[in-house]
């Protein structure tokens, strides 16, 4: 693809099945009901000129360009706001409407510097193209009169500038804002000729406003006046490439434009089916960390921890590699040997590295960071559903009419789908958000929810069965749906047990701190309200009744028919880009690819006749099992491909205990992470940027991964996991993705249909792609349950092993914010610290007074794991007794204080609920002290030695 | 005892503790069903050596099913995969 912007209709496609025939310029056309007469003429080859339109947000009428003349109607209507209708008769070019549009054209130029030549948006100007297009030679007002030319750039926020000198006002950053992103940050201030855009206040610049940087603004700016940095650094981009996005579960597609092997700019791809054309500050700005100073880019080997890494050539790493995996096979046989794969790496990354620990190590010791996350979202769903993938696409929410968010923070984690959620809300769809925090979606501008829930950490499963009491006892469920598609029996069991007045609102108000008529109405209104559709994130997950929530969330939302049709369903919010894919490629131990079970001997032997080998029968280990048995000495050798378990993972004493036991850890990741300190092997990574391959969001779509440069570090992911394995013994000649996409579509069903070249033709596709479903599978159940009938299951609350106490009597929980992701290793490395450069705890003020903090104050933060130490941020967005921090930064390390506990089905982790205290501090915990003393060390490089290669 | 042992006694008695509502026979066979189809075997190991009485009577008597060398059938969807061919289940994470 050469460089040229999208295309743009001018105003939003029309879904109406009504089709509606006129005549443009003498063209009979043919468009949908509702389509404007702008849409109309550009969908039909007719470009009409045009400045306060674009094909994202409502027609606005303002800028007065895109005059028409039509048969038979007074004047000169503009033809973004005037929608089609049957026989119309449209002319977009006569004299007229030229005299028109070049004298509205002078009025904007008047105001507006001729400074075209070097300015930034010169040949990718709107203002400089429609100029063009209505002919303008002259300005006849002269350029002396009142004008804004001498303005101030606003340079604050660290990826775009502000130059209100070159505003023509034409407010499509203010509906952007509005209308796009949601969050009502910019604002027309001032009347007539003093009409400028604002972010906020007088005295606030775009970075001490509300402005979340989603870039929204940017994208609709028509001119220079609100521009990336990159842009005017770099130049206009040579042409665009299309990729999906790195961060976050959504799976944001955007263009990668370039200069040569420079990225000029993400910006977001309005053909994206996840996205539909919207970022957030992530995907569209932090990619510098792809060029940061920290990447490492050789690789680097060292017999013990306590040594400096010393570079060496790939051969010698490999060499040295092969060497300690073949030599501890040797001695301890395969079931010492493992690895983790990458939730931020492909698909086909994801499947070479499990391939690897079957074929080539010859165990199952494979496992990937699902098992800290949504590992309870798989147990849970596939018990009542018989396939546990979320149930709809995002596409689905425009049709909500309620919507229930339990333990997620859209606006946060996953903003752009919080924006087209917000948007259905803003229509008039109810919110009920069940979360302890006040959340954002509990109220911001706009937006309100119906009932907020403020449940007590832990009490998930309490709550849900306290819901599902009223649905029951109230007879608001969907008995028409239970008989078709459920089995009637269990749902009778299930209904005995939720009725019983254990499990009323009343009974349990005592533990979950909701009042009990806050859960009445909460459930009438998700019972009774329209479609209901749940969302719902590690907050139901991370727990260790994590599975049996998950549970209770299908149980409601069958007993409510709210399966099996656009606008319901039960959505889990997944946390990378690429979990749901690294769990498709089998790696989870006890699974092969396709989900199924590595005792089974056909499925077994389907991969050892591919792969030339005989697999190890029986489930491996999970990452905590693995930490456990390395302490023990019968696990001596892991490879880690992109996750950073020393941070991420619970308990980070433990983990560090586990990993320094091992005899060999080889991290192969973008930088010395902090896993890393306690690896003998360094294996450079590349980013998203450099390779080719898929990724796989939340919505089950299967998405191209286009490398845009060179990688770095010389080599694409999976080529250095094929160099490993080779180096260990295997023969491995895959030469490009394609060829490992055509092995899974070959050995897995779910993915029979898939190819490289179909996905290029397609764009993307949601599986099961394979013969009954040729063209994938947007929503799921739709004439029934996956596995025949629904399951209803009893999931009695069983209170959390961590209690509060005279010791530790405040509950931490733990999330995300919006401008880091998960361990911070990219964003951390961007500008984005700039709005959060370390991670802080949230205190209600009643709590902080007693400990007598106030914002800003240091504090120990200790549980009967460890201590850490961070400053406070007094807040009534927790509630009382309840505190609440990020981990996104390693001088934290959040995860020193949280737990072992896990979910009882999956073991992931219980980072939702740890015991504390939170008392004064002077200074870094005894273990950071320690900790950052090792990261020192453990980082250090003799570069003396040179390459051999 | 090592705390991997400890580890793993909480984990057959979480697992025990969610499939009680079950009643105490099914419950054993679904804890059973849970280790034999997840647990890897030198988990497996571990707890069949280890002292039973610490573990609750469902977790106690799922495991000494197991260690006689039987497994049970599928107790929960959670435990049915896909075979060979099939397509219908998935266990996403």
Redesign the interface.
Same mark, same amino acid.
């Given at each position: 693809m050469g460089f040229e912007r999208q295309k743009d209709f001018g105003t939003p496609e029309s879904q109406s099945a009504e089709q509606v025939t006129l005549t443009i310029d003498g063209r009979e056309v043919t468009v949908p009901a509702g389509t404007s007469v702008m849409r109309a003429a550009a969908e039909t080859g007719g470009d009409i000129p045009k400045l306060c339109a674009t094909d994202n947000m409502k027609a606005f009428g303002s800028c007065r360009l895109c005059l028409v003349e039509i048969e038979g109607a007074r004047g000169t209507p503009a033809s973004c706001t005037t929608p089609v209708m049957p026989g119309m008769v449209v002319k977009t070019q006569t004299p007229r409407l030229e005299k028109l549009r070049r004298g509205v054209m002078e009025l904007y130029i008047s105001d507006h510097p001729l400074d075209c030549l070097t300015c930034s948006a010169n040949n990718d100007c709107e203002l400089q193209e429609q100029a063009a297009n209505v002919g303008l030679r002259d300005v006849r007002y002269g350029y002396e009169g009142d004008n804004h030319l001498a303005l101030p750039t606003d340079h604050s926020n660290p990826y775009f500038d502000f130059d209100p000198s070159k505003c023509i006002v034409c407010s499509r950053c203010v509906r952007a804002c509005d209308e796009v992103q949601g969050t009502f940050a910019l604002t027309i201030d001032g009347r007539g000729f003093a009409s400028m855009v604002s972010a906020g206040q007088d005295e606030d610049n775009f970075l001490a406003s509300e402005c979340v940087s989603c870039g929204a603004c940017v994208q609709a700016c028509p001119t220079a006046t609100l521009q990336e940095k990159s842009v005017k650094a770099i130049g206009r981009p040579e042409k665009a490439v299309v990729t999906t996005c790195a961060y976050c579960g959504v799976g944001c597609t955007f263009r990668a434009e370039m200069r040569g092997e420079q990225l000029v700019r993400m910006v977001p791809w309005k053909d994206g089916k996840a996205n539909r054309g919207h970022s957030c500050v992530k995907g569209r700005f932090a990619y510098g960390y792809a060029n940061h100073k920290d990447r490492i880019t050789r690789p680097m080997i060292r017999d013990s921890i306590d040594q400096p890494w010393r570079e060496v050539s790939w051969e010698e790493a490999l060499g040295y590699t092969a060497g300690k995996i073949n030599d501890i096979k040797a001695r301890h046989g395969a079931r010492a040997l493992g690895g983790i794969t990458s939730s931020r790496c492909t698909n086909e990354e994801t499947y070479l590295v499990q391939k690897l620990v079957r074929s080539v190590f010859g165990a199952n010791n494979v496992d990937t960071c699902a098992r800290v996350c949504h590992s309870p979202t798989g147990y849970g769903l596939k018990t009542t559903f018989g396939t546990s993938a979320g149930t709809q696409d995002f596409d689905s929410v425009m049709d909500a009419d309620v919507i229930m968010v339990i333990g997620a923070n859209p606006t946060d984690a996953h903003p752009v789908f919080a924006s087209r959620m917000k948007r259905r809300l803003r229509q008039g769809a109810k919110l009920i958000v069940i979360d302890p925090r006040r959340i954002d979606l509990v109220r911001s501008p706009h937006i309100e929810a119906a009932h907020h829930l403020p449940l007590q950490p832990g009490t998930n499963v309490a709550v849900m069965t306290s819901l599902a009491h009223v649905i029951v006892t109230e007879k608001l469920y969907d008995e028409k749906f239970i008989r078709e598609r459920c089995d009637w029996d269990e749902f009778d069991d299930w209904a005995r047990f939720v009725s019983l007045e254990r499990n009323s609102p009343e009974f349990l108000e005592a533990v979950t701190c909701v009042p009990a008529q806050t859960v009445r109405e909460a459930a009438r209104l998700y019972a009774t309200g329209g479609n209901g559709a749940i969302y719902y994130g590690l907050g139901v997950t991370e727990h260790s009744q994590g599975s049996s929530t998950v549970m209770t969330i299908a149980n409601l939302a069958m007993a409510t028919g709210n399966i099996g049709r656009p606008g319901v369903g039960v959505n889990p919010l997944r946390g990378q880009n690429n979990v749901q894919g690294a769990c498709d490629m089998g790696s989870f131990p006890h699974e092969l690819p396709g989900y199924r079970h590595i005792h089974d001997a056909e499925t077994r032997s389907v991969f050892e006749k591919d792969w030339g080998v005989t697999l190890d029968t029986e489930p491996g280990l999970r990452i905590p099992n693995m930490l456990d048995a390395a302490v023990d000495g019968s696990f001596r050798a892991i490879y880690i491909q992109g996750e950073d378990i020393l941070q991420s993972d619970p308990n980070t004493r433990h983990v560090a205990a586990g990993l320094e036991a091992m005899e060999l850890v080889i991290v192969h990741d973008l930088f010395l992470n902090e896993t890393a300190n306690y690896a003998h092997v360094f294996l450079p990574g590349s980013t998203f940027l450099e390779k080719n391959g898929t990724f796989t969001n939340a919505e089950r779509r299967i998405q191209p991964v286009r490398k845009v440069m060179e990688p770095a570090n010389g080599y694409e992911d999976w080529q250095v996991t094929q160099m490993l394995a080779n180096a260990v013994g295997a023969n491995w000649n895959y030469t490009h993705p394609s060829q490992i996409i055509e092995e899974i579509a070959r050995l897995t069903p779910s993915f029979a249909g898939l190819s490289w070249e179909r996905l290029n033709e397609i764009g993307s596709v949601q599986w099961p792609v394979n013969e009954k479903f040729p063209q994938g599978s947007p929503v799921m159940h739709v004439e029934g349950f996956a596995s025949g009938k629904g399951k209803f299951v009893v999931t009695e609350y069983v209170p959390t092993d961590e209690k509060t106490g005279p010791r530790y009597p405040l509950l931490l929980t733990t999330g995300r914010i919006l401008s880091q992701y998960n361990v911070g290793a990219q964003t951390r490395r961007t500008d984005n610290v700039v709005w959060h450069d370390e991670d802080v705890l949230e205190m209600h003020p009643t709590d902080a007074e007693n400990r007598g903090f106030k914002t800003g104050d240091w504090a120990k933060l200790a549980s009967r794991t460890g201590e850490t130490t961070l400053r406070v941020l007094v807040t009534d967005r927790v509630a009382p007794g309840v505190v609440y921090t990020t981990f996104h930064h390693p001088s934290t390390q959040a995860n020193v204080v949280t737990t072992d506990f896990s979910d009882w089905a999956t073991n992931c982790p219980e980072y939702k609920v740890t015991a504390v205290q939170v008392m004064p501090s002077n200074g870094p915990s005894e273990w950071q002290e320690d900790y950052a003393d090792l990261a020192e060390r453990s980082r250090r490089i003799d570069t003396a030695m040179e390459p051999a290669e | 005892m %090592? %705390?991997?042992v400890e580890?793993l006694r *909480?984990?057959a008695g979480?697992?025990a *503790? +969610?499939f009680? &509502?079950?009643g105490h026979e099914k419950a054993v066979l679904a804890t059973a069903d849970?280790i034999y189809?997840?647990?890897?075997? *030198?988990?497996k190991a571990a707890i069949f050596a280890d002292d039973h009485s610490h573990l609750s009577p469902i977790a106690r008597d799922a495991i000494e099913y197991l260690q006689t060398g039987s497994h049970p059938a599928s107790q929960? *969807?959670?435990t049915?995969? +896909? %075979?060979?061919?099939?397509? !219908?289940? %998935?266990? &996403? !994470?």
């Open positions: - | %090592s %705390s991997t580890t *909480r984990m979480d697992i *503790r +969610n009680a &509502a079950m849970h189809q997840f647990w890897d075997p *030198r988990m929960t *969807r959670a049915e995969f +896909n %075979s060979v061919d099939e397509v !219908g289940h %998935s266990d &996403a !994470g």
